[in-house]
């Protein structure tokens, strides 16, 4: 399959709103990405969940609409809306016919523009949250990964989970979210993406009339944000879980999104350890051959953002496996970085590359958010012919180039939660199943 060809119209309003259109008239059908270039990543310890809150909260009650009346109008259309607030960007998805867009636009504007974070749906929040908390704590593999995140990212954002820590929740206010809003929510920071069965100029002239009275922020502040450095030395840490399985993270720091490397390391994840089947070596050998385990993965682009991601490789397997997955993983990492891949190997994960990109833009919600990435990370809207093109441009001696320059094997950090004491040692429970 041929890579899509994308018709899109980007137009910029003068309050500074950047507007993406892309017609696509296969089905009756509009999605809507509204989103704002916060959430998490301007957050400061002390307001850790704010960001991701204040997202959660949009469609919780505007000016002129309750929650239940945001959600018998979306209803109403058969549509879709959903409210979120993540690392890097905060907003409105929407999906519905094409003849309810008007409405779908009027929610979206309203949601951005005028949400009021109502006393009691903040506290319900809240307190979804707290729940969530203390029920994750139960999760190993939970547990794991935001170990791994803290030493990884320690002394940035990006260390922190998402949802925020139980004390410092607790602690929001909907000042704090008003004020949240008040500093970050303005036209001249936020991308409105529309794809789907519409009318490129009509929709712009409706665009218009809905935002083109949001008043530009000219003293729009974004804070700098601390910049990661990769670990110089082996960090590890055993988390003590009483389950019947152990959840391994191994790996350090990755790249940002706009690397020049990225899409070589994409060919090199494929190789190593993100792909189905018998296309990559640690689910191969570890999962498939070995049977240590039903899930093992390991990649570094899927995580690349504005700011650098993580390289990380995952196992979870039985107690009495830790030290042979443990080596594993080991194994294979060093291998990637001491020499370079087959020619046959480079072919088969560009092809997979290749062949399941298309598929990346079969419905209007996959085309917006594309559109949204191609706007912060300025990919170029003809990125979906040129990714092919970079891909196939990929050699075995780039891979192990870039292997060496990325991943550091004698510097990784290792984060176990499972039956083991804070030395790795297998708890006696542990050792007699």
């Given at each position: 399959m041929s890579a899509?060809?994308?018709?899109?119209?980007?137009?910029?309003?003068?309050?500074?709103?950047?507007?993406?259109?892309?017609?696509?008239?296969?089905?009756?059908?509009?999605?809507?990405?509204?989103?704002?270039?916060?959430?998490?990543?301007?957050?400061?310890?002390?307001?850790?969940?704010?960001?991701?809150?204040?997202?959660?909260?949009?469609?919780?009650?505007?000016?002129?609409?309750?929650?239940?009346?945001?959600?018998?109008?979306?209803?109403?259309?058969g549509g879709a809306l959903v409210t979120a607030g993540g690392y890097a960007t905060t907003g409105v998805s929407v999906t519905?016919?094409?003849?309810?867009?008007?409405?779908?636009?009027q929610l979206t504007a309203?949601?951005?523009?005028?949400?009021?974070?109502?006393?009691?749906?903040?506290?319900?929040?809240?307190s979804k949250r707290l729940a969530e908390i203390q029920a994750k704590q139960d999760e190993p593999r939970i547990v794991a990964a935001e170990a791994f995140n803290e030493t990884v990212f320690a002394g940035t954002p990006q260390h922190r989970p998402l949802i925020g820590y139980e004390e410092r929740l607790a602690k929001i206010t909907r000042a704090d979210l008003?004020?949240?809003?008040?500093?970050?929510?303005?036209?001249?920071?936020?991308?409105?993406?529309?794809?789907?069965?519409?009318?490129?100029?009509?929709?712009?002239?409706?665009?218009?009339?809905?935002?083109?009275?949001?008043?530009?922020?000219?003293?729009?502040?974004?804070?700098?944000v601390p910049h990661p450095r990769?670990?110089?030395?082996?960090?590890?840490?055993?988390?003590?879980?009483?389950?019947?399985?152990?959840?391994?993270?191994?790996?350090?720091?990755?790249?940002?999104?706009?690397?020049?490397?990225?899409?070589?390391?994409?060919?090199?994840?494929t190789i190593l350890g993100d792909s189905p089947g018998f296309t990559s070596r640690i689910p191969r050998i570890l999962r498939d051959e070995q049977g240590l385990a039903?899930?093992?993965?390991c990649h570094t682009a899927r995580s690349a953002g504005l700011d650098p991601g993580r390289?990380?490789?995952?196992?979870?397997?039985?107690?009495?496996?830790?030290?042979?997955?443990?080596?594993?993983?080991?194994?294979?990492?060093?291998?990637?970085?001491?020499t370079a891949p087959s020619n046959d190997e480079v072919a088969t994960a560009k092809a997979y590359l290749t062949g399941s990109f298309v598929f990346e833009f079969e419905t209007n919600a996959q085309i917006a958010?594309?559109?949204?990435?191609?706007?912060?990370?300025?990919?170029?809207?003809?990125?979906?012919?040129?990714?092919?093109?970079?891909?196939?441009?990929?050699?075995?001696?780039?891979?192990?180039?870039v292997a060496r320059e990325h991943i550091a094997p004698g510097n990784l950090t290792l984060a176990v939660v499972g039956p083991v004491d804070d030395e790795g040692k297998l708890l006696r429970s542990a050792k007699s199943e």
């Open positions: 899509p060809t994308l018709n899109i119209e980007r137009i910029e309003l003068p309050n500074g709103l950047v507007v993406l259109l892309s017609e696509n008239h296969a089905i009756p059908a509009v999605s809507i990405n509204a989103v704002v270039k916060t959430g998490e990543r301007f957050v400061t310890d002390e307001m850790a969940g704010l960001g991701s809150l204040a997202g959660e909260l949009l469609d919780d009650g505007t000016a002129s609409l309750t929650a239940q009346q945001i959600a018998s109008a979306i209803e109403s259309t519905l016919l094409s003849s309810d867009l008007e409405l779908g636009l309203d949601l951005l523009r005028h949400p009021t974070f109502p006393e009691d749906r903040v506290a319900l929040a809240i008003l004020a949240y809003h008040q500093r970050f929510f303005a036209p001249n920071n936020t991308i409105l993406a529309i794809a789907g069965d519409i009318s490129a100029a009509e929709v712009a002239n409706k665009v218009r009339e809905l935002f083109g009275d949001w008043e530009r922020d000219p003293g729009l502040n974004i804070p700098a990769r670990q110089r030395e082996p960090i590890t840490r055993f988390i003590t879980k009483d389950k019947e399985q152990v959840n391994i993270f191994l790996g350090h720091l990755g790249i940002a999104r706009s690397n020049p490397d990225y899409y070589v390391v994409r060919v090199l994840d039903y899930t093992t993965y390289f990380v490789a995952y196992i979870g397997t039985s107690p009495e496996n830790l030290t042979k997955a443990v080596a594993g993983l080991r194994e294979q990492i060093e291998l990637i970085t001491a958010a594309f559109l949204v990435s191609a706007e912060i990370y300025q990919l170029g809207f003809d990125y979906p012919q040129r990714f092919p093109e970079e891909i196939n441009r990929v050699t075995a001696e780039d891979v192990l180039r």
